[in-house]
């Protein structure tokens, strides 16, 4: 079946370090993946988009020089959190789509940030 | 521009009750939606979808959801609610169903099911 994996489940960071989450398509390649964020009491907000044969594209509030994120195949993505602070807490979610249109999400990586 | 309202922010029913969450949407094309629900400390699992078709959508645990343009509606229905429904559920919206549609999301209703 088709699954995709987050690493890793959980992780506490200081404040102004940072944090890089992987996001895996198992049993299908992924034509997009987007990256969301949910913080503490709101809904999901997208980060960024990433399609294949396309630039990746951030929303409003969200930049590369925050968040850079790494496509470099049908598979796999990543994502860094640089220099975390506390307004970043939250689940990141990765949701990957295939190319039926079936869209598939990751259990979730939580920050923590101190 | 899309975008999802849920006027729920909670719901409280005891167990065997039923339980509807309202959804409205407002987007000028064809919408794609969808519900999905995250349970404790967990990501988001996949309820239902609508496309196209039948606006009675069924999905999984005894869900179903309906479909209604005229009223830019999508709400979210079981007959019968079990403790363990006890989540929080998102509808979702979609431009389309493509690599390239993002998703918007409602702010999601958390369900409490008294036993």
């Known amino acids: 079946g088709a699954l995709v994996y987050q690493y890793p489940r959980r992780t506490i960071c200081k404040s102004g370090t940072s944090m890089r989450m992987e996001c895996q398509a198992v049993?299908?390649?992924?034509?997009?993946v987007a990256w969301y964020r949910q913080s503490p009491q709101k809904t999901f907000e997208l980060i960024a988009l990433?399609?294949?044969?396309?630039?990746?594209?951030?929303e409003q509030n969200f930049t590369q020089e925050k968040f850079p994120i790494s496509h470099p195949n049908l598979s796999f993505s990543s994502m860094t959190v640089l220099n975390a602070y506390l307004e970043d807490r939250g689940l990141y979610l990765c949701?990957?789509?295939?190319?039926?249109?079936?869209?598939?999400f990751g259990e979730g990586s939580k920050l923590t940030v101190l | 521009a899309q975008s999802v309202t849920q006027p729920d922010a909670r719901v409280t029913v005891s167990e065997g009750a039923s339980l509807q969450l309202r959804c409205k949407y407002s987007?000028?094309?064809?919408?794609?939606l969808f519900w999905y629900v995250q349970y404790p400390r967990q990501g988001l699992q996949l309820l239902l979808k609508?496309?196209?078709?039948?606006?009675v959508v069924q999905g999984v645990n005894g869900f179903e959801a309906e479909f209604s343009k005229s009223n830019s509606s999508f709400h979210l229905r079981k007959a019968s609610v079990h403790w363990s429904d006890s989540a929080v559920y998102f509808c979702?919206?979609?431009?389309?169903?493509?690599?390239?549609?993002?998703?918007?999301f409602g702010i999601g209703t958390r369900v409490l099911v008294r036993p």
């Open positions: 987007y000028s094309g064809t919408p794609y």
């Open positions: 979702v919206l979609s431009a389309g169903n493509s690599a390239g549609n993002k998703l918007t």
């Open positions: 990433s399609t294949v044969n396309s630039a990746i594209k951030y």
């Open positions: 049993g299908f390649q992924a034509t997009s």
């Open positions: 609508y496309y196209s078709g039948d606006p």
């Open positions: 949701g990957a789509r295939e190319d039926t249109g079936q869209l598939y």
